[in-house]
């Protein structure tokens, strides 16, 4: 499986996914400014990938603090996180990484500056391991639900390209592979950035996973025909009661979904849950650059001038979630928010489903 992002030798070698499947070319990212061009220009996406960019930008960001204490050094990243949150809204998983970083260097107060930059940078390498575990959780709860000859739909990438090891929604499309169940999957082109087309469709082919590219319009008409047994999608960001910021156009997979009697599933990390909101209304959807509509890769095909509305994302409402699959068991979307209470009996509310 192709490495997203990894650290090497004070550099973090980020794979320059705008120029997949064309090309497979690492930027070498030497300062935490990279990092976040890259996170802004979409070289690294995905909310759990982002999430570790960030972690590592923060860690490329320290080494350059000149400080004598741990007040001052705190102080000399303030910068950091600021340019580091700006990039992109509606990903959890940036504002999760950092938080994590500022409670991390709240329980290391007492050591040495140096000693701190070098804790960061074992920090967000440890945020890229999590994450690879984490992938292969979600992976085994969702592939309970994955039957021998299933055909799958998903939109966008929640591929392994968006995180650090396995995907979240292909995780379980990638332990259903493995345990020889005979899936395939339809893969939406996902206008307009066509991470469905450039990335998904090129993992699955690469990890020996049947895959079919379809055009965004065409996931209902395909449903109707009884070509899909199951939808699985990642998110961006899930509100405690269940609502789904994903890439734009998962709101109408998953009406369609519900119009065809087929279940929807979402794979959550726990990190791209934000237990803070109460509804998906309160979700920042980031709105890009009218150029990534009106071209496809530097060419233009819409009148020069015309105006765009060009929404990253979308929310999906919990009553059209079949479940969620995390590290922790798949749940239903009532269920969700006591994962973030203390003290919970998760085996209690975890959803085993009809599989
Ligand atoms: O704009 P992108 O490519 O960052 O959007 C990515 C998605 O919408 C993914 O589905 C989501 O981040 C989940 S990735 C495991």
């Known amino acids: 499986m192709v490495k997203t992002i990894y650290w090497e030798n004070n550099v973090v070698m980020m794979l320059d996914q705008s120029r997949l499947p064309l090309e497979v070319v690492y930027v070498e990212c030497r300062n935490y400014q990279t990092v976040a061009e890259g996170i802004k220009k979409l070289w690294i996406r995905g909310a759990p990938a982002i999430g570790i960019a960030a972690a590592m930008g923060i860690a490329l960001g320290a080494q350059e603090i000149q400080a004598q204490n741990f007040d001052e050094f705190v102080e000399g990243l303030q910068p950091v996180f600021e340019t580091i949150h700006a990039t992109r809204p509606t990903a959890v998983n940036i504002h999760w990484a950092i938080e994590r970083i500022k409670r991390f260097l709240a329980d290391h107060k007492d050591e040495r500056v140096d000693t701190l930059k070098r804790m960061l940078i074992e920090e967000g390498t440890r945020i890229l391991e999590e994450d690879i575990a984490v992938n292969r959780k979600i992976g085994e709860y969702g592939a309970q639900f994955i039957r021998d000859g299933d055909t799958i739909l998903t939109h966008c990438n929640a591929g392994s390209l968006a995180t650090g090891g396995f995907g979240t929604a292909t995780a379980a499309m990638y332990v259903a592979h493995e345990q020889g169940k005979r899936i395939q999957v339809f893969a939406d082109e996902t206008r307009p950035v066509n991470q469905g087309a450039r990335l998904t469709s090129w993992e699955l082919m690469q990890a020996g996973i049947p895959v079919t590219l ?50 929807f599933y979402v794979a959550a990390p726990l990190s791209s849950i934000d237990f803070t909101l109460d509804s998906g209304d309160k979700i920042i959807i980031e709105e890009r650059h009218p150029d990534e509509v009106r071209t496809i890769w530097g060419h ?48 209690a509310i975890r959803y085993v489903g009809a599989c």
């Open 300 to 347: 233009q095909i819409a009148p020069h001038g015309v105006n765009v509305l060009n929404l990253a994302f979308d929310v999906t409402p919990s009553r059209y979630v079949t479940a969620f699959f995390t590290e922790k068991g798949a749940f239903r979307p009532r269920d969700l928010r006591r994962l973030g209470q203390e003290g919970v009996d998760i085996d």
């Open 214 to 263: 379809i055009t965004d319009n065409s996931a209902g008409a395909i449903m109707k025909r009884g070509l899909i047994d199951l939808a699985i999608v990642g998110t961006d960001r899930t509100t405690r009661n269940g609502d789904v910021a994903n890439k734009i156009g998962t709101y109408t997979v998953a009406v369609m979904c519900r119009e065809h009697g087929i279940p």
